[in-house]
């Protein structure tokens, strides 16, 4: 199922698995990612699955690219059934407040608000992976009237919760940080918790998420 | 209530906790962190008969200046540091490489690095310090790690735990050197850039730009031309890469680097390198210079001997 297992400098593979971006080429980045984690292979450091691409970096000092790419070669895959996938529901506001980007995204899209808060909420989200910043999740796919760039300039300043979207894709900011995406609304919950030893995150990679709107009102008296 | 504690009086321009970092977080965004120069860090450690993955205190450019109080402790410091001590009257010149012992109402300060970047201030015991996933590194963009993640500040207080009971004295005789020709590993996307551009980048010097910092280190000189695609499928990163946007200029990953990029990857630097390469200065010249997996393999072997049979000697 990998195309290519390269080295990427001394001390990680790059396991390729083909150009397209899509939900089937990212599971298997997922199922691959998955049955390594759960063999806990010695050396390993750290696994990095994005849509196409699963990077494995290792400890040079306990193993090497040779050896690694034989054991990741005659891996057992664990079965897809077996990979636990939760369906997640976020809630989101697109006060004004909040929805920094919406006249912008009116504008790039050439569709009104009501239509692309239609095409936003209540339909299943893909999570193809975590990163950038702490437990950003990468959600896909918008649809193809719903696919804007990033904001010329970016932002200094993105708040804590924000949604956004560029391209076929929509993130979560997990916590201020500059960003380019385009702000449709805020979430009221923690999407990524530093105060917890496991899972501080609360998507991970193959999970499902639907949007749900919620008005002004739920959002300042929400309670998780 | 602690006895035992450093007044920070001037904190320095960038001055954390780190160790040897955090590992399996890359995939939900949590870069490694940890000491930028992994070597310098062990010995500073050994010096005060730490164990090798104690806490220390990482500064760069200028230190920290620190107040003591408390019980006599070993400390010592390591890099290319120029530092004094002042015990009551006297005004000690410091020396790297040497550990010796405060006293209570001692103070120690830090100047500045001289020809590099970071150096290390080791204590002797066990500092009071928040760990998060296993480490105590502070990363400051996410406000992880140590310190509520981030940075030191002006009158806070280190808190040692629990002081190494042997005050007796070791040193090491080490002299840091100045890295020049910085080894590389081809990188995934290298055939994105022109016959030309591969040429720049192995052949012409470059200078690191002043934007440096924990997450990466900017180089500036001949555009290298890309003639496929500034910008790839967003794929993880790892220390070391060395990154080509639109504008032409490498940029290399370094300790706090985002765990995700879009950028074309030109090389990677060896692992055998690294310590070496983030001591150096903004306006130092260098030039990357290729070799393959296996001498980069056997390049990290005798670096890793190296760096052994230094802490040995302490």
């Known amino acids: 199922m990998i195309k290519n297992i390269s080295n990427l400098g001394d001390a990680a593979l790059y396991c390729d698995f083909g150009k397209d971006v899509n939900k089937d080429t990212n599971t298997k980045v997922i199922r691959y990612f998955k049955s390594i984690q759960k063999k806990n292979i010695l050396g390993i450091n750290n696994l990095t699955p994005s849509y196409n691409k699963l990077i494995v970096s290792f400890d040079l000092k306990i193993t090497n ?13 664990i079965n897809s059934e077996t990979i636990s996938n939760k369906r997640i529901e ?33 339909r299943d989200f893909f999570c193809y992976m975590t990163g950038f ?43 201020e940080s500059p960003g380019g995406w385009n702000i449709i609304g805020n979430t009221p919950i923690d999407i990524f918790d530093s105060s917890k030893e496991f899972n501080p995150n609360l998507i991970n990679p193959g999970d499902l998420i639907i949007f749900k709107s919620i008005n002004k009102d739920q959002f300042l008296n929400y309670n998780e | ?40 860090f062990l010995i500073a450690n050994k010096l005060v008969g730490n164990e090798f993955n104690f806490p220390v205190i990482e500064f760069a450019y200028q230190g920290p200046q620190l107040k003591y109080f408390g019980d006599k402790i070993n400390i ?24 010796f012992t405060l006293e209570n109402g001692d103070e120690l300060d830090i100047i500045s690095t001289n020809k590099s970047v970071y150096g290390y201030l080791a204590i002797g015991g066990e500092l ?15 406000n992880i790690g140590a310190n509520d993640g981030k940075k030191l500040a002006i009158n806070q207080k280190i808190n040692i735990l629990k002081i190494n009971e042997n005050l007796s004295h070791k040193n090491l005789n080490y002299v840091n050197t ?73 940029i290399i990953m370094l300790s706090d680097h985002g765990t995700i990029g879009g950028y074309p990857k030109i090389g990677v630097v060896i692992s055998a390198d690294y310590d070496k390469l983030v001591q150096l200065t903004p306006g130092s010249k260098v030039k990357f210079k290729e070799v393959d997996l296996s001498s980069a393999e056997n390049l990290f072997r005798l670096y890793d001997l190296e760096t052994q049979n230094l802490i040995s000697q302490i």
């Open chain 1, 65 to 77: 690219f040779k050896t690694l790419k034989k054991e990741i070669e005659n891996l057992d895959l």
């Open chain 1, 90 to 122: 976020i809630p989101v506001c697109c006060d004004e407040q909040f929805s920094l980007d919406i006249k912008r995204l009116e504008e790039k899209l050439k569709i009104g608000r009501e239509k692309i808060y239609e095409n936003f909420f209540n």
């Open chain 1, 133 to 175: 910043i702490a437990g950003m999740p990468f959600l896909g796919d918008l649809d193809k009237n719903m696919r804007a760039k990033r904001l010329e300039t970016p932002r200094v300043k993105v708040p804590k919760g924000s949604v956004g979207l560029t391209e076929q894709f929509a993130n979560i900011y997990t916590f």
């Open chain 2, 1 to 40: 209530m602690n006895k035992n504690y450093f007044e920070v009086i001037r904190p320095g321009i960038n001055t954390t906790f780190q160790d040897q970092g955090r590992k399996s977080l890359y995939h939900i965004g949590i870069p490694f962190s940890g000491v930028m120069d992994n070597r310098n």
């Open chain 2, 76 to 99: 010592s410091i390591t890099g290319d540091v120029k530092f004094v001590l002042k015990k009551s009257k006297d005004v000690i010149d410091g020396t790297c490489y040497k550990s």
């Open chain 2, 128 to 142: 009071d310090v928040k760990y998060q996933w296993s480490s105590c590194s502070t990363n400051t963009k996410a």
């Open chain 2, 178 to 250: 100045k890295i020049e020709n910085i080894r590389v590993i081809k990188g995934t996307n290298f055939d994105y850039f022109s016959e030309n551009g591969k040429d720049i980048f192995f052949k012409k010097e470059f200078i690191v730009s002043k934007l440096s910092d924990r997450m990466g280190m900017r180089l500036e000189g001949p555009e290298i031309e890309n003639i496929v695609d500034t910008n790839i499928k967003s794929e993880g990163l790892i220390k070391g890469v060395i990154q080509v946007p639109a504008d032409g200029n490498p």
